[in-house]
């Protein structure tokens, strides 16, 4: 098959779309389909994969071109460039299916209609951006939306792709009468296998990996991913005599969330207990993981929550909410506990795991056989060239 794939940025920082975006293309390459890919920032594509063969990594842009230096920044353009609309209608004609990513991207909108005029199938996919917290969020705006543009690209889609049933349950409010098709993240987990080990980490930061109880949040600092209820978390437990430790790992996305953490840390005299160490990626990432005790993401919403699954297959157990469309998933692991995102709630939970030091190592060994028996990214896949292989039978 010819497949298109359309994300606005590939930046890593910006959580885990982009980690399974990429998985996936490579995947669809490595099983012999030809894919090109459009986007207006390409920065994190590594280089190895930008000449390999089969796969073709354009970069689109804007009109009028936002920047000289190659990587757009700020929101996606309204408009293509003359030169790039003419480019993704070739890669159109050329392909088989279309395949977007997210619901408020006005790229989405443009080459879905292109698209449509050119008889070809496309699916989107929503990645939470339809969930009900998301939806509370800048309201009006996106009810605007839905009733023009965004809409009508939803509308006239083959298929609305989710990660999970929870996840249709939700878009079904807003998209009724386009077809949902659940098909779970394609999440490569094959770098986990050999996992680099605590040191990295307790040798960058070893003020935080001092023997204390170290818990870990990955993720960016925004509200939506809870980091302010965590910190309140570690204050209620060091009000209890409990000396934990706290990692916020994850680039600033909410500049005045991030300066109430601050204030929240000084005023709580956690300075010295508190690590922002911003967007750590690579074998410190991992060893950030293996590092810690537990893993805690607060999140109002996620509709998977890659780094839930990548703490388990690193054989830490993770503290989460209901926010999370796999939650059930995720108990089944029985390295997993769901918990309201407040203060209080979590360090109700925390507080007695981590003084059952035993019982937090007994989960871990269970959490990474289990993450490599449970999540299958062949099979996955195979879900996935389904679903296109339906859409393009049906036109």
Known sequence: MK?????FKFQL???GVVRAV??????LRGRGHEVTVLSCDLSDVPEAWRAAEGVRWHRIEGWPVRRSTGVTSGGPPLLLSGASRRLAEQCLREADVLHVHGAWDPLNWRLGAMARRLGKPYVVSSHGMLDRWCMTQKAFKKRVFLALEAGRCLRHAAAIHCTAQAEADQVQRWCATTPKRVVPLLADMSHLSNLPGPEIARGMWPTIFDGSPVLLFMGRIHPKKGALPLVEAVELLHKGGRAVKLVLAGGVEDQAYAQRIQELITRAGLTSHVLLPGFVRGQAQLSLYQASDLMVLPTSQENWGLVLTESLACGTPVVTTYGVDIWKDL???GAAWIVEATGPAMAGVIGPLLEDRPKLAAAGERARRWVFDHWDAGKALS??????ASLIRGG
């Open 3 to 7: 497949i298109v794939h359309y994300l």
């Open 13 to 15: 920082s910006d959580g």
């Open 22 to 27: 990429l998985d996936l293309v490579w995947a």
């Open 331 to 333: 108990l089944e692991s």
């Open 383 to 388: 879900g996935f060239e389904a679903l296109y």
